[in-house]
């Protein structure tokens, strides 16, 4: 097995190596054969590094503690999901891992059906292959899974409690799916860049890939917020932690490419900023990986300190210098520009907008990510930047693009005159004024979440009316049922009405951050058995405290009953876990969700005389969040499906090659 | 007479103040609630070094005794008398600018805040230049345009059918 697990990474190495030989001299010298020769290559390589993950996967699997990564990051009693999900637990893994996604991504491109023919594939698959050979070197030299222990020892160190969880076990994985993702549009730009092929086709398939990436990269975030939220115990979900921001950024920059694009599409504008944001993209996910493996920031992600980052800012300094010299080694290809605005009111001007502000919003992430190293350097000082940093930098920011979101929909293309923007903003306008009256008049006085929601009560009218018109218009030349009016004309537009689901997602998203961000109510109480804690409108009774064994592990837990307004709502078990083979405890909460806020119950600390201490949280709208991220993802998923009414994939008109 | 009613009435304040500052400060068996927003206040400003990276309001983790040493210390500042700022003016004095959970809003730590803003403005200008040459570039073409008297039907004519070709296309 340990012959097995090397063999297949160091041949993987090697046909990586030589795949990309094959594939650029075959390009060079004008030969089908040897481009063939590489893409049969591509398959090869992707096969080594399935065989080196179900290699580490069964040997975590059948706790092989000869391995010290099996030994590292499981132990025999640990189940099986778990045992399996330490394949990412470590840096080793994980790398694995994410060469298998990179290798698989590769090949899919190198043998997709639609792609037949098209001389992109070898430019594609070559840049691809680059990124293999890096993470295949890294693994057979720097972070080896396979390294076998002298002594075969009797148990293994377990994994961290903390990603004993499903989230955990998604959550990584979506990230991974949608970092290595972001290499593809990256791939794409490069080789239309290099075939001097800026048409149409590199747009739609590097849009589709961006999208791809964007869903997994969104989703990973969402569990990982989820993940927090249940199972660390503070009640938050986004803490603003360098890891965290290392994806947020990506993600950030990639909306912004999502947006930029479409100005490209119609107007033949913007390609130097469009091909711009793909790298940008693309080098911030070599850099997010820098920040985790090279211990530079303190992060409660940080996979353990090792020379791995200096490895990947290498790396990451190769690709910028690359692409940008192939950016300026066509640059006079790209910067005609057609294009003109008619007029500094359009959806043309909303769009550059949006884009400075999700660039601002990146660029102030990864300042103060990076300001504890600036201040460091330049002081000697090591500042903290932490959660009240960004919430109060991106807070005018992200609201400044949600407003931005709510009117773009209802300005025209070219110009929107002062008769269009009365027609259209003047209902949203005055509804929205009148909602944000009718909550300062209700009691909600905080000026951010007045504005906010005031905000999102636009974006929904607006968007709204974008339904409405668009089924209005299409039935009144079809008379179709308005449902079906609905339905035809979503299938039918899937790009632009995928969207608007996002949009809407983002706003429930906004509302769950506002409400819960705004008006938690939080306390913490020892109480004696028997004893009631009053929070808002909820009583909770502490009935008693006990304990019980499951495997290795120990649970104190305390039952308590929840009543609210005087009504029983029911029994609840927050609980804290003792591991057989971890140091810390953790924290398993109680949580009662409803639509308008959770309450979330945690068991802190206790004493020999069966009193209890607890902290009780009241997070409103919590629900909202979630509701949100799922629209998220159903927005993207359509607005990427290919349905039967209209084929996403385009015609190559390009350059056409000798070698395909 | 209305001096005297505004004196009574800020007298009122006072006192009401000091009222409802006593009760969220202790409840009744003197337990004092560390979750309560006034500890938040404080408390949410400063990072607890157990390594959790949370603030010394949020850090729950058991057997962490910095916390709850810190947490007394903050306690017994405040029922002292000192406010939010005094009590982070201290900590900063004595631990070092480390000790906060965000930077100081001086010297060179003002450049973590100002910096994001600042960008965004520079680069909101360069937005705004931009889209102002191209709408120049626009209105130069158009005054051309119209100097050539080039007829509006045939434009109109290529336009609707365009619509026309659209609309087919999405139906």
Known sequence: ?660 | MRKLLSICFIAILFVLQAFLLNTHATSPDGEYDYKSAEFKAVAAQFLCTCGCGQSHYDCDMAGCNNTDAFKKDILTMMKKGMDKDEIRHYYVKTLGEEILMAPDSKGFSLAAWVMPFAALGGAGTGVFVVIRRWVKRRDDTKTLEEDLKEADEVEGEIMSSMIEKERKKYL
């Open chain 1, 1 to 660: 097995m340990y012959l097995l697990g090397n063999a297949a990474i160091y041949i993987g190495l090697t046909l990586a190596v030589y795949s990309f030989i094959s594939i650029v001299a075959g390009i060079l010298t004008k030969k089908q054969t040897l481009v063939d020769s590489g893409k049969g290559g591509v398959i090869a390589v992707f096969l080594s590094a399935s065989v080196a993950v179900a290699v580490l996967l069964y040997a975590l699997a059948t706790s092989q503690f000869q391995f010290e990564y099996v030994k590292d990051y499981t132990s025999s009693e640990l189940p099986i999901l778990y045992k399996l999900s330490a394949l990412w637990a470590g840096n080793a893994g994980s790398l694995l891992l994410w060469t298998f996604f990179l290798t698989m991504y590769t090949a899919m491109i190198a043998f997709s059906r639609k792609m037949r023919g098209n001389p992109m594939i070898p430019y594609i698959s070559a840049i691809l292959l680059v990124n293999s050979i890096f993470f295949f070197f890294i693994l057979g030299f720097v972070a080896k899974p396979f390294i076998l222990l002298n002594e075969i020892p009797m148990e293994g160190r377990g994994l961290n409690p903390m990603l004993q969880n499903p989230g955990m076990v998604i959550h990584p994985v979506t990230l991974y799916l949608g970092y290595v993702g972001l290499a593809v549009p990256f791939a794409f730009a490069m080789a239309a860049l290099i075939l001097k092929n800026m048409d149409d086709y590199w747009i739609k398939m590097t849009r589709r890939w961006t999208i791809i990436a964007w869903l997994f990269l969104s989703l990973g975030n969402i569990f990982g917020g989820q993940w927090a939220y249940v199972e660390l115990g503070w009640g938050g979900y986004w803490a603003w932690d360098p890891v965290e921001n290392a994806s947020f950024m990506p993600w950030l920059t990639t909306t912004a490419f999502l947006h930029s694009v479409m100005i490209q599409e119609r107007k033949n504008m913007l390609k130097v900023w469009n091909i711009s944001l793909i790298v940008i993209s693309y080098a911030l996910t070599l850099f997010g990986t820098f920040l985790v493996r090279s211990g530079v920031l303190t992060s409660v992600h940080a996979f353990a300190d090792s020379n791995l980052g200096m490895y990947f800012l290498i790396f990451m300094g190769v690709a910028v210098i690359g692409a940008l010299y192939i950016v300026m080694s066509r640059y006079s290809l790209i910067k005609r520009s057609a294009g003109e605005f008619q007029s500094f009111v359009s959806k043309e001007s909303s769009f550059l907008i949006n884009n400075l502000l999700l660039l601002g919003a990146a660029f102030a992430v990864f300042w103060g990510t990076i300001f504890p190293l600036v201040s460091e350097a330049v002081r000697g000082t090591k500042v903290t930047v932490g959660i009240p940093f960004f919430n109060k930098v991106q807070a005018p920011i992200l609201l400044s693009m949600m407003f931005i979101m709510a009117v773009c929909p209802l300005l025209a293309w070219q110009r929107s005159t002062v008769k269009n923007l009365k027609k259209n903003f003047i209902i949203p306008a005055i509804l929205s004024l009148a909602g944000m009256i009718l909550m300062v008049l209700l009691g909600i006085q905080k000026a951010w979440a007045v504005i906010g929601y005031g905000v999102i009560i636009l974006l929904f009218i607006t968007h709204y009316l974008e339904f409405y018109r668009g089924v209005k218009a299409r039935r009144k030349m079809t008379k179709e049922m308005p449902i079906v009016a609905l339905y035809r004309l979503m299938i039918k537009n899937r790009r632009r009405y995928g969207g608007y689901i996002v949009h809407i997602g983002i706003a429930f998203i906004a509302m769950g951050i506002i409400g819960s961000q705004n008006y938690d109510v939080e306390t913490m109480k020892t109480l004696k058995a028997g004893e009631s804690l009053d929070i808002k409108d909820y009583r909770m009774t502490y009935e008693k405290l006990d304990q019980r064994s499951e495997g290795v592990n120990d649970i104190v837990y305390a039952d308590v009953t929840v009543f609210k307004d005087g009504k029983l709502l029911g029994k609840y078990e927050p609980e804290k876990v003792f591991y057989g083979n971890w140091e810390e405890p953790s924290s398993e909460v109680a949580l009662h969700s409803s639509i308008a806020e959770d309450l979330y119950i945690v068991l802190s600390t206790w004493e020999e005389d069966g009193t209890a201490t607890f902290i009780v949280k009241v997070n409103p709208m919590m629900s909202w969040l979630w509701m949100g991220s799922g629209l998220v993802v159903i927005g993207a998923l359509f607005a990427i499906w290919n349905g039967k009414h209209k084929h996403i994939t385009p015609k190559y008109t390009g350059a056409m090659k000798e070698v395909v």
